[in-house]
């Protein structure tokens, strides 16, 4: 074995370094809010939280599974984002299939229009007039259908097809009498697990993280998810720092929204949490080859 320089050495024991301190940059905000989730809010507003909960309880748990308005926004958002991204993954399959044949007829000119849209879009004002004249406002569907099919994940998918499924299974599977369906459904797609898998969390988390169109479109608090909920309450807890600052008298609404926005930070980010390292192996795999140009 040929031995390492000592200016090898040297970088790569400074590589290191940099990535156990970019680690605990990253995971530090992390464990800041577990700990204030778990800790007295008095402690959190006077700042003795630092990296370990200070007179450990579950009190804002037991608040936030206590709340209808959260249970509810949390089902919300579940509905949303499994729903919208079963849309999301079938649709992004129907337009990156076709689009990944050679004898397709005009795919150049889809495919262009389709990048077109991912450097110019109609805007915040279009979107809201388009939505109120579909009449889906106040629907749940007014947050699923605009964000219907994302470009740029329908683009890598079609790369994938083109790049990484031989030509030669489609031939065998004409001559053997299988459709074109049947072909897509029976031998692409089961050779596609990975790059799916990684689209299907992109659209995932897309939902589950977001709250400007149900902001915008949702006036019901019942159709609400548990984005916009979190974002009165960080608005809330942030009024409430401001009226203590003044000193307003009302600090047992103070304390609440204290503690009760990281508990529902954490409770919103469980799910997350535990999907990615479930499927963090399909990641390289399929995201690097759905990348290649095509």
Not at 180 to 188: C, V
Not at 262 to 278: D, N
């Amino acid at each position: 074995m040929k031995r390492r320089s000592r200016g090898d050495r040297i970088y790569q024991v400074a590589i290191n370094v940099l990535a156990v301190l970019i680690g605990l940059i990253t995971l530090y905000p992390l464990i800041y809010t577990l700990s204030a989730s778990l800790s007295k809010p008095i402690h959190i507003l006077s700042g003795e939280v630092v990296l370990w909960p200070v007179e450990m309880t579950l009190d804002s748990y037991r608040r936030v599974f206590a709340s209808a308005d959260i249970l509810n926004g949390y089902k919300n958002t579940i509905l949303y984002s499994v729903g919208g991204t079963f849309l999301n993954v079938i649709l992004t399959i129907m337009a990156a299939y076709p689009l990944s044949l050679p004898d397709l007829k005009g795919k150049n000119l889809v495919t262009f229009f389709i990048t077109f849209t991912m450097f110019f879009s109609g805007g915040m004002i279009p979107s809201f007039i388009n939505v109120k004249n579909l009449g889906l406002m106040n629907s749940p569907l007014a947050i699923i259908l605009p964000g219907a099919i994302n470009a740029t994940n329908m683009l890598i998918l079609r790369n994938y097809f083109i790049n990484s499924i031989p030509g030669e299974l489609r031939e065998a599977a004409s001559i053997d009498g299988c459709s074109p369906f049947t072909t897509m459904n029976r031998i692409i797609l089961p050779l596609s697990k990975s790059i799916l898998v990684v689209i299907t969390l992109y659209y995932f988390v897309a939902h589950w993280n977001s709250y400007f169109e149900a902001m915008m479109y949702i006036r019901d608090k019942h159709l609400q998810p548990l984005q916009v909920l979190l974002r009165q309450i960080l608005l809330l807890s942030q009024m409430g720092d401001m009226s203590e600052q003044m000193g307003v008298d009302d600090v047992n609404t103070v304390l609440i929204y204290a503690s009760l926005k990281y508990a529902i930070i954490v409770v919103s980010a469980v799910p997350l949490l535990i999907i990615y390292p479930m499927i963090q192996r399909f990641f390289e795999k399929g995201i690097m080859m759905g990348s290649i140009k095509g």
